[in-house]
């Protein structure tokens, strides 16, 4: 956390995945929000 410095306001920490595949992480500061990094779960199924 301490990497990433100031530019976040809000992380929401799961724990950790199944399967050792990294979180979604998903720009919500553009409109349309953007999927910056795909997780175990993928893309489809968030868009559901």
């Keep these: ?4 410095g100031e ?4 992380v929401i920490d799961g724990g950790r995945t199944p399967g050792g595949a990294g979180s ?6 553009v409109d349309p929000p ?6 175990i779960i993928p893309l489809s199924v968030i868009e559901e």
């Design 1 to 4: 956390m301490d990497s990433i």
């Design 7 to 10: 530019n976040l306001d809000a």
């Design 24 to 29: 979604t992480i998903v720009d919500i500061t």
């Design 34 to 39: 953007v999927v910056v990094r795909e997780g």
